[in-house]
């Protein structure tokens, strides 16, 4: 069994889908100019082909909002524009990625993916050593899975073409914030282990 993990990050459709709310605005061009849909696709299906386990992480809060921090400046519009409610539409793994019944499930109500989700339970019952990552945004979920895993002594591994911010330059800056914490590679050269 692997002691790997990819965790696509936030890749819901109220983020991402052409019909989502930020998928008509500056992320989804970011999401179509770097074919992050693609680039992701390809990806979870090396990692499968690999025995390489596949995690989703979602953003996501009860309908009345009640896990929603008030005074986020990141999550201040979710409760205003209606949008990462779960059970909807707009929380769900956009399905061009394929997601499968066996692939865990991670919803989060804050920006990392560590914070007060079971992340760190399914890591340790899986005997999970390296997290692969993909997802958007670079400066936002990605950043803050790769600092806190790199402190938590996973090898941290990022798939930069499977990632973007609300801009190319947001995104380049958030790559190379990472650098020191992570390697990074793209879903054409990237090798499961």
């Not at 179509?32 to 992701?40: A, P, Y």
């Not at 009860?62 to 929380?91: H, M, Q, V």
């Amino acid at each position: 069994m692997s002691d790997s993990i990819y965790l696509v990050l936030d890749m819901e459709n109220d983020l991402v889908h052409a019909d989502g709310p930020n998928g008509k605005a500056a992320y989804g061009d970011q999401v179509r100019g770097r074919n992050i849909l693609v680039n992701t696709r390809r990806a979870l299906d090396k990692a499968r082909a690999a025995g390489v386990l596949i995690g989703f992480v979602r953003v996501g809060f009860s309908p009345d909002y009640r896990e929603c921090p008030p005074n986020s400046p990141i999550f201040s519009g979710a409760r205003k524009n209606g949008i990462f409610k779960l059970g909807e539409w707009g929380t769900e793994v956009h399905p061009d990625l394929g997601q499968q019944p066996g692939d865990f499930d991670i919803v989060k109500h804050r920006v990392s993916p560590f914070y007060a989700t079971n992340l760190e339970a399914i890591l340790r019952a899986k005997g999970i050593k390296r997290i692969y990552c993909s997802g958007i945004s670079t400066n936002a979920v990605v950043q803050a899975l790769v600092r806190e895993g790199h402190d938590r002594d996973y090898e941290m591994i990022v798939l930069e073409d499977g990632c973007c911010g609300v801009s190319a330059e947001e995104h380049d800056n958030a790559i190379k914030g990472l650098q020191r914490f992570c390697r990074t590679t793209n879903s054409q050269d990237v090798v499961f282990e």
